[in-house]
């Protein structure tokens, strides 16, 4: 399931854990999906903590702070 939250522009987005490469549980993503403008490309950062399972207990965890520091830290996803 997604976390919502908006970031520091009052832009929407939906955070989210993925599994790794070919949906494999090593080096899951944490995907950012923005939903107020859906021309924005998803973006990610890469969980280092553990598998799919821990990023998306944490997803849910994380406070809204975390979750914006982690948005800007991100990368396009390719």
């Known amino acids: 399931m997604s976390v919502t939250f ?3 522009e009052l832009i929407t987005w939906e ?3 993925s ?3 070919f949906g494999l549980p090593t080096r899951p993503k944490v995907v950012f ?3 107020s403008d859906p021309s924005r490309r998803p ?3 890469e969980f280092s903590g553990g598998d ?3 990023a998306e207990e944490l997803v849910h965890e994380y406070p809204e702070a975390t ?4 948005l800007r830290e991100s990368r ?3």
């Open 43 to 45: 973006r990610y950062v």
């Open 19 to 21: 599994g790794g490469r």
């Open 15 to 17: 955070a989210y854990a």
């Open 6 to 8: 908006t970031d520091e």
């Open 33 to 35: 999906n923005c939903l």
């Open 67 to 70: 979750l914006r520091q982690m």
């Open 52 to 54: 799919e399972a821990k």
């Open 76 to 78: 396009e996803l390719e």
